[in-house]
């Protein structure tokens, strides 16, 4: 019989399923708050801090070769008081710590290990330790060893190192948050950037490791509309068909992974995140609405079944998961997602749709092969349809249905095995961040499933998360929630959506409130940026009362880039300025560094564009039980920085309708009035005239 494990205080009834596996392991962890700290402070010892996730294959590989270690932790707790942090509950505390951690080694990640004094400064640090010294690594025991006896025989040197870090972690907040003034060639300098760091043979941008970057794809493309310039589109659209052909999109059960250690998209590090998977499914579909390309609806349907397929009952009940596991144990890496040939031949046999299959997912190519496990491959689409009926021989109609039919019985055979874990926290940013790409999917692929899923959802977060007084909790149902400004910024944005898609006021309403929030609970007035956390009178240590203002995309839509571009939207459907102006101070905040951010800060520079660039504004004037034609119309077709309004016959021109658009209009009805900046093209009746205006129009 093994020993009982001892369970540690706080983390066993935990919300978080990463901190309630911390429970049964050895080391005596704390939960992270001001109790943990006070302890070491009375009893002298430094704090080891381990930051992970659920979902990360590291934190559980540094799980059981370490902390799962009885002697590892027997010296853990025997010089250090431990403290485990799930980095999707606390954002905010990763983030400081990262930064510290990344100023130290020039790198970052899961799981982060960082050595603090009791007053939670951080003296070393760093990421994934081995344990033994391996590759140029120095083990974790000798690590804990030589920090412990640095603490008790040179704590002037740790004192030192705290003052040099935090000195350096200053001067990068300066240098990151420098004001400026907002110019729209900050735009144009962005895409040049981007044009330059784009993979012309794989697509994406720079190479190995690939990240997938939504927002500048977004960007890219507004500006193809905006200049008619072809070469953004290219970019646009040949790196979202090579991330779709790629091992990072999912060819059985859909959705993305993380991110590729390949330049060719092929490899991916296997988790599913909500921050990629939201972003992706909203640029796949606009970029769809534009191009027509079925291969982009195909993967667009294959995020919004990956929800629905991994958590049916909280997707019917409203809601998305945070993310899906890497692995289902420490000890694999990717065999739940990855195949050998003779897995495949015992799935499908060794007829047609083994020989096809076997072409059209590479399995015959090196480039999928696995690094520790070459017989295991990653599927991608190595060959596509008509070239494996070419090579085959066969019809290319016989060959769709057999990788139709492959692809079924493959994912079957897949669902059969040990799974990878699905957090069904519901974190509220991310939550609205996944239903604004199914808001996107709704009106650009006329996916009504996705429509009715993102109205739960979004419905949901504001029952469960909306505290009136306080703000929206950062998990919800859970009052001892943090609060923080992505998850303000990202609801705000997808209440706006979803007026837009159903022009019901509540949304709006809803969108009004949490803005006004981050107006009283966020605002940082030296700067006029906001702050990414809201003030605790209790926080457990300085350095969560520093300010923080987060603008890169990281790879979460930023939080000062998206609150700026909510409150400018709400200025444009509103016609309150108070919004307006609080987005000019986020915009003056960074335009300094803007130069500098240049594509990581493309969600902060979507919002310059929505300030700079002329906004077009839809009214549409039918009634609703007419069929809803045009507005149908309008919210299918994609343009940029465009506000959609719909206004019933004889009703007055809604507060902030353009005062040139609200002169022009009557009561007649179906009728819809376009106006980009100043200019307003002609009222039209019809829904093919007014796609064509929205697509010629250029005011």
Request: net charge negative.
């Amino acid at each position: 019989m093994s020993e009982a494990r001892p369970q540690a205080p706080g983390l066993a009834g935990s919300p978080s399923p990463f901190l309630r596996h911390g429970a049964g392991q050895p080391v005596e962890w704390r939960a992270w708050g001001a109790a943990a700290f006070a302890e070491a402070v009375a009893a002298d010892r430094p704090v080891l801090l381990d930051i992970g996730a659920v979902w990360c294959h590291w934190c559980h590989v540094m799980d059981a070769e370490s902390y799962e270690n009885r002697e590892t932790a027997a010296l853990i707790n025997r010089h250090f008081l431990p403290v485990k942090v799930d980095r999707d509950e606390r954002p905010d505390v990763d983030a400081r710590y990262q930064r510290a951690v990344q100023m130290m080694t020039g790198q970052g990640g899961w799981p982060l290990t960082a050595f603090l004094t009791p007053e939670g400064e951080v003296f070393y640090g760093g990421t994934y330790f081995p344990p033994e010294n391996a590759q140029g690594r120095p083990s974790f025991r000798r690590v804990l060893q030589e920090v412990a006896r640095i603490w008790a025989e040179n704590r002037a040197r740790v004192l030192e190192s705290t003052r040099s870090i935090q000195a350096r972690l200053d001067e990068y907040a300066r240098v990151e948050a420098e004001a400026g003034v907002p110019r729209p060639a900050l735009i144009t300098d962005a895409i040049e950037d981007l044009a330059r760091a784009f993979d012309p043979r794989h697509g994406g941008f720079g190479q190995a490791p690939k990240f997938p970057n939504p927002g500048a794809l977004d960007l890219l493309l507004d500006h193809s509309l905006d200049h008619g310039e072809s070469r953004a589109r290219r970019i646009v659209a040949e790196t979202l068909s090579a991330m779709g052909r790629g091992g990072i999109f999912d060819q059985l059960g859909g959705g993305f992974h993380r991110y590729s250690v390949d330049a060719r998209w092929i490899i991916p590090h296997f988790e599913k995140m909500a921050g990629d998977n939201g972003p992706l499914l909203a640029t796949c579909a606009k970029v769809y609405g534009v191009l027509g390309d079925p291969a982009l609806a195909e993967v667009a349907g294959g995020i919004i079944d990956h929800y629905a397929d991994i958590a049916p009952d909280l997707v019917a009940a409203g809601g998305f998961p945070a993310s899906q596991d890497a692995d289902y144990g420490f000890d694999n890496d990717g065999d739940y997602w990855t195949w050998t040939d003779a897995e495949l031949s015992a799935t499908l046999g060794e007829g047609v749709e083994y020989r096809v299959a076997r072409l059209h997912f590479g399995l015959d190519d090196s480039a999928g092969a696995m690094h520790l496990d070459p017989a295991r491959h990653v599927l991608f689409r190595a060959v596509e349809t008509a070239e494996v009926a070419r090579r085959l021989g066969i019809a290319h109609v016989e060959t769709q249905h057999a990788i139709a039919g492959a692809r079924a019985r493959l994912k079957a055979a897949r669902d059969r095995r040990p799974a990878p874990l699905v957090d069904t926290t519901l974190f509220s940013g991310w939550v609205a961040l996944v239903a604004s790409g199914h808001i996107d999917a709704a009106r650009y692929l006329g996916r009504d499933d996705a429509r009715a899923r993102a109205l739960r959802a979004l419905d949901r977060v504001w029952r469960e998360g909306w505290t009136g007084d306080r703000g929206l909790l950062h998990r919800l149902g859970d009052p001892a929630s943090v609060l923080l400004l992505e998850d303000h910024a990202l609801a705000a944005l997808a209440f706006i959506d979803a007026f837009e898609l159903t022009q019901e006021a509540d949304w709006l309403d809803r969108a009004r409130a949490l803005a006004d929030c981050l107006a009283t609970g966020f605002l940082d007035a030296g700067s006029g940026a906001f702050r990414d956390r809201a003030g605790e009178p209790d926080a457990p240590i300085a350095s969560l009362e520093r300010v923080l203002t987060p603008i890169t995309d990281a790879p979460t839509p930023s939080g000062n880039g998206s609150a700026a571009l909510a409150l400018l939207r709400l200025a444009t459907l509103t016609g309150d300025e108070r919004y307006g102006t609080l987005a000019d101070g986020v915009l003056r905040a960074f335009a300094g560094s803007a130069a500098r951010l240049s594509g990581s800060a493309a969600t902060w520079l979507k919002a310059l564009a929505w300030r700079t660039l002329p906004v077009t504004t839809v009214v549409v004037v039918e009634d609703a039980r007419g069929g809803g034609l045009l507005l149908a119309t309008a919210l299918a077709t994609y343009r940029p920085r465009t506000a959609v309004l719909r206004l019933r016959p004889g009703a007055p021109a809604p507060r902030g309708t353009p005062p040139e658009l609200a002169a022009m209009m009557s009561g007649e009805a179906p009728r819809a009035y376009v106006c980009s900046g100043r200019a307003c093209a002609a009222p039209v009746e019809e829904p093919a005239d007014l796609r064509r205006v929205l697509r010629e129009f250029r005011g």
